[in-house]
Each structure stands twice: as structure tokens, then as C-alpha cells.
């Protein structure tokens, strides 16, 4: 008598799906807004206009009567400030982008693709930081044809550029959260002031923020402009770190540089954290 015997089946092995790489949809999300967001020379020109006003007219008037800022000349002082006007006033306009899409653009079809719904944030976020970056380099370069002096060492640009990009992550995150909270674009243009244009006038952009009574000078330590615009002075204009000896005190500007840092990243991440979880809610709305 034969006995048969038969193999056992072999196991299925069932290939594992990739994940599907999320660098695609954002592009192409950041195209798409890019594309709403300049899609003229108008678009990029005319934010620059009254920041562009303040560092080659302005500043260089103002620094006939005031002469220097602790040794600094007060034109290229006022040009690191304006930086900190552009900034925040270029974000938070490209809050409206998010409300007109909101009302009468494609973000049902954008909520309907089957991609992470924060991509639509980061798509946002990136044409805002590509605009802010592109703007920042035509305002210092308009503001070193009218005079204006910079120490273009690479680790202070590198300094400068970290603070001005924490900066606008902050302060989109902050338009974003707006933009999806307010229900009307004109009650969003009207607020745009109050938070992009009041805390420049007590952030250091003008002058430093020991000028201020002692009541406005602790509420200027706490706003992120006044900690990035301290940075940005440090890494092309004040390598004494005065403006962060103003906020912290210390000696060592390495350590100070880093703290501020700290403070405008914390903002940065909070705000874009918020943003992307409001963004989610109204979503289903």
C-alpha cells in the first residue's frame, strides 16, 4: 500500500503597501496656489511698496535727524525693521487666498481628493514663505542701493534667514487660523492691521524697545517679532546682540540667539499646529 503524501501549501505572503509618498500632492498643491497667488508682477510689487517706502525714504530721512542707533546707522537699522513690516502684512493678505478658495473656489474638490487635508496648510504655507523670501530679498537690496550696511557673513545670513522664515511660518500660521475662524473677508482685511502693523511699532523695528515704558517694554519681550527682528540685527548689523541683550540680559550672544530662536519656533509651531487643526474642523463643516 501506497501512501500519498502532499506538500503543505505554501504561505501567501502579501506584499506590503507603500506608502504613498505625500511630495506630489504637495507640489502640485503649491502650484495651485502659487498660481492664485502671483499670477502677475502686481501680486509681488505691491506689498512691497510701503516697506520699500519706509527703508529708501524714510529711514534715510529719519537718519539725518537721528543720526545712529548705538553706533548703528539708523537707515540700516530701520531696513532689518522693515523686514518685520513685509512679513507679517504679506502673510496674513495671504490669508484672503484661503477665504476667496473657501467661498467660491475649488476647496470642496481639494477636501474630496484622497490626500491629508493639513497638505492643503503646507501647500499654503510654502507660496507664502516663497513670496516672503522672494520680497525680503528685493527690500534689503533696494535698502543697500540707498546706503544702508550689512556683514554678509554666511552663518548671520543664516541667522537672518532662519528668523525671517520662523517668522512668516508664524505669522501664516495665524492668518490660516484667522482665515478659516472669520466668516467674512471684510472682517478679515479689518483685522489684518491690529495683528500685522500694531506690533511692529513695539517690536524694536524703530527703535530699540528700551525706549518704551517698562509696562510695553515686557509686552514687546513677548511678541516673536520682537525676538526675530533681535536675530535678524545680530546676524547682519548688530554683532554686539545689543537688541538681544535688551530682551534677555545676558552676555553671551550665542545663547541668546538661540533662546530667541527657541521662542519664534515655539510660536511658529504652535500657531501652524493651530492652523492645520482649525483648517480640519471647518473642513467638515
Given at each position: 500500500?501506497?501512501?500519498?503524501?502532499?506538500?503543505?501549501?505554501?504561505?501567501?505572503?502579501v506584499?506590503?503597501?507603500?506608502?504613498?509618498?505625500?511630495?506630489?500632492?504637495l507640489?502640485t498643491?503649491?502650484?495651485r496656489?502659487?498660481?492664485l497667488?502671483?499670477?502677475?508682477?502686481?501680486?509681488l510689487?505691491?506689498?512691497l511698496?510701503t516697506?520699500?517706502?519706509?527703508?529708501?525714504?524714510?529711514?534715510?530721512a529719519?537718519?539725518?535727524?537721528t543720526?545712529?542707533?548705538?553706533?548703528i546707522?539708523?537707515?540700516?537699522?530701520?531696513?532689518?525693521?522693515?523686514?518685520?513690516?513685509?512679513?507679517?502684512i504679506?502673510?496674513?493678505f495671504?490669508?484672503?487666498?484661503?477665504?476667496?478658495?473657501?467661498?467660491?473656489?475649488?476647496r470642496?474638490?481639494l477636501?474630496?481628493?484622497?490626500?491629508?487635508?493639513s497638505?492643503?496648510?503646507?501647500?499654503?504655507?510654502a507660496?507664502a514663505l516663497?513670496v516672503s523670501?522672494?520680497q525680503?530679498?528685493?527690500?534689503v537690496?533696494?535698502?543697500?542701493l540707498?546706503?544702508?550696511?550689512?556683514?554678509?557673513?554666511?552663518?548671520?545670513?543664516?541667522?537672518?534667514?532662519?528668523?525671517?522664515?520662523?517668522?512668516?511660518?508664524?505669522?501664516?500660521g495665524?492668518a490660516?487660523?484667522?482665515?478659516?475662524?472669520?466668516?467674512?473677508?471684510?472682517e478679515y482685511v479689518?483685522?489684518?492691521?491690529?495683528?500685522?502693523?500694531?506690533?511692529?511699532?513695539?517690536?524694536?523695528?524703530l527703535?530699540?524697545?528700551?525706549?518704551?515704558?517698562?509696562?510695553?517694554?515686557?509686552?514687546?519681550k513677548?511678541?516673536?517679532?520682537?525676538?526675530a527682528?533681535?536675530?535678524?540685527?545680530?546676524?547682519?548689523l548688530?554683532?554686539?546682540?545689543?537688541?538681544?541683550?535688551?530682551?534677555?540680559?545676558?552676555?553671551?550672544?550665542?545663547?541668546?540667539?538661540?533662546?530667541?530662536?527657541a521662542v519664534?519656533?515655539?510660536?511658529?509651531?504652535?500657531?501652524?499646529?493651530?492652523a492645520?487643526?482649525v483648517?480640519?474642523?471647518?473642513?467638515?463643516r
Amino acid at each position: 500500500m501506497t501512501a500519498i503524501t502532499t506538500a503543505p501549501p505554501a504561505p501567501i505572503v502579501v506584499p506590503r503597501r507603500r506608502r504613498a509618498s505625500l511630495a506630489a500632492p504637495l507640489a502640485t498643491l503649491t502650484r495651485r496656489r502659487l498660481a492664485l497667488s502671483a499670477r502677475t508682477p502686481r501680486e509681488l510689487v505691491v506689498p512691497l511698496l510701503t516697506p520699500i517706502l519706509f527703508s529708501v525714504v524714510i529711514a534715510p530721512a529719519l537718519a539725518k535727524v537721528t543720526g545712529a542707533v548705538r553706533g548703528i546707522d539708523y537707515t540700516s537699522f530701520v531696513a532689518i525693521g522693515t523686514v518685520g513690516l513685509l512679513v507679517p502684512i504679506n502673510c496674513m493678505f495671504a490669508g484672503i487666498g484661503v477665504i476667496v478658495d473657501r467661498e467660491s473656489g475649488a476647496r470642496r474638490d481639494l477636501l474630496a481628493a484622497p490626500v491629508p487635508r493639513s497638505l492643503v496648510v503646507f501647500g499654503n504655507l510654502a507660496v507664502a514663505l516663497a513670496v516672503s523670501a522672494l520680497q525680503v530679498v528685493a527690500l534689503v537690496a533696494a535698502a543697500v542701493l540707498r546706503g544702508a550696511h550689512f556683514e554678509a557673513r554666511a552663518s548671520g545670513v543664516a541667522l537672518f534667514a532662519l528668523a525671517a522664515a520662523l517668522l512668516a511660518v508664524t505669522m501664516y500660521g495665524g492668518a490660516e487660523t484667522l482665515a478659516n475662524r472669520i466668516a467674512k473677508q471684510e472682517e478679515y482685511v479689518g483685522a489684518v492691521p491690529a495683528i500685522a502693523i500694531v506690533p511692529w511699532f513695539f517690536a524694536g523695528s524703530l527703535f530699540p524697545i528700551t525706549a518704551l515704558p517698562g509696562w510695553l517694554a515686557a509686552f514687546a519681550k513677548v511678541l516673536p517679532l520682537t525676538h526675530a527682528l533681535a536675530v535678524m540685527r545680530y546676524g547682519l548689523l548688530d554683532g554686539r546682540a545689543t537688541g538681544l541683550h535688551d530682551i534677555w540680559g545676558l552676555t553671551n550672544a550665542t545663547v541668546m540667539a538661540t533662546l530667541s530662536l527657541a521662542v519664534v519656533a515655539a510660536y511658529a509651531a504652535l500657531l501652524l499646529a493651530l492652523a492645520v487643526r482649525v483648517f480640519t474642523r471647518a473642513a467638515v463643516r
